[in-house]
């Protein structure tokens, strides 16, 4: 039997490898599968969130054609694009990034500046990523450090006008404080997959 499991999935970490190994079975950690799949998921929000997409749809949808041009979106050539984890995924997304001309800035504490150099990327501290960036894409494994890495406090130091966009797992963001942040408006929208 075979069994092949990416980094995203199965938390592996967890699996009794040597009875796998004494049942037969063969185990492959495959970390690159969902890598572009995934960093396609984040361009997909940062294009849908800053050209809204969403509204655009809905107002034709129900006819009102007029309105849409009162619903123009935000241009992406230099704004902010920032990252938590910049892993295989996470430069993957700076990767298709780069022809919409946006700054890069990542926080990334187990990075060297070299790993992310080719992707434009600056590696900056968690608060600076917080509070420069319009689009913040959390792209970091869930463990013991990251859970509730992103709560009330952080949503507090981000810009009004910035998207929070969370494609990794759910526990790294507070989800009530996300709630409260998107009804009482410290940010303007998340996109989530989780």
């Known amino acids: 039997r075979l069994i092949s499991i ?4 199965v938390g592996y970490e967890r699996l009794d490898v040597p009875a796998l190994t004494d049942a037969g079975i063969m185990l492959f950690i495959t970390p690159d599968a969902v890598r572009r799949p995934m960093a396609v998921v984040y361009m997909t929000f940062i294009l849908a969130l800053n050209m809204r997409l969403l509204t655009k749809d809905k107002l034709i949808r129900e006819g009102r ?11 992406l050539v230099g ?18 990034a780069m022809p919409f001309e946006m700054k890069h800035i990542a926080y990334d504490p187990y990075l060297k500046p070299e790993a ?3 992707v434009g990327v600056q590696l900056v501290d968690l608060d600076t990523v917080l509070k420069e960036s319009d689009t913040l894409c959390i792209i970091c494994p869930l463990n013991e450090e990251t859970r509730g890495l992103v709560g009330e406090k952080e949503l507090k130091k981000m810009k009004k006008s910035a998207f929070l966009i969370n494609a990794a797992r759910g526990p790294i963001v ?7 942040a998107l009804n009482e ?6 996109g989530l997959d989780v």
């Open 185 to 190: 408006g410290w940010i303007r929208g998340a």
């Open 174 to 180: 507070d989800e009530a404080a996300l709630i409260r």
């Open 6 to 9: 990416h980094r995203g999935g």
């Open 79 to 96: 704004r902010t694009l920032g990252a938590v984890g910049v892993g295989n995924i996470g430069h993957e997304m700076f990767k298709l």
């Open 116 to 118: 992310v150099a080719d």
């Open 65 to 75: 054609w007029a309105e849409q041009s009162h619903y123009q979106g935000w241009g």
